[in-house]
């Protein structure tokens, strides 16, 4: 089993920026890659970056792309997502994922607010 658990959320003006955290504990050597999501009010959760664990190889959502990046340290088995040039927009609970060994996303943390005021 893995475990996962985000921190770094809050509120912060529009321009400004965050950097969330996600820490891995458990059976991390099973870790193919792990991801951020987000869930805004009354919308359906979606994919914003991940990254191979490995291979630190990231991939983006286009409405991210060039203001939040993803990285990890695995001598930590923490994930992070620094996220610059916020937008109201990017209000969400943010979520970190864990792809076990490629059979999909799961588990999950248990999500943190993000408030980007206008």
């Known amino acids: 089993q893995v475990q996962l658990v985000e921190s770094g959320g809050g509120l912060v003006q529009a321009g400004g920026s965050l950097r969330l955290s996600c820490a891995a504990s458990g059976r991390t050597f099973s870790i193919y890659r792990m991801g951020w999501f987000r869930q805004a009010p009354g919308k359906e959760r979606e994919y914003v970056a991940a990254i191979r664990w490995s291979a630190s190889i990231t991939y983006y959502s286009d409405s991210v792309k060039g203001r939040f990046t993803i990285s990890r340290d695995n001598a930590k088995n923490t994930m992070y997502l620094q996220m610059n040039s916020l937008k109201p927009e990017d209000t969400a609970v943010y979520y970190c994922?864990?792809?076990?060994?490629?059979?999909?996303?799961?588990?999950w943390g248990q999500g943190t607010q993000v408030t980007v005021s206008s």
């Open positions: 994922a864990a792809d076990l060994g490629g059979a999909g996303w799961g588990p």
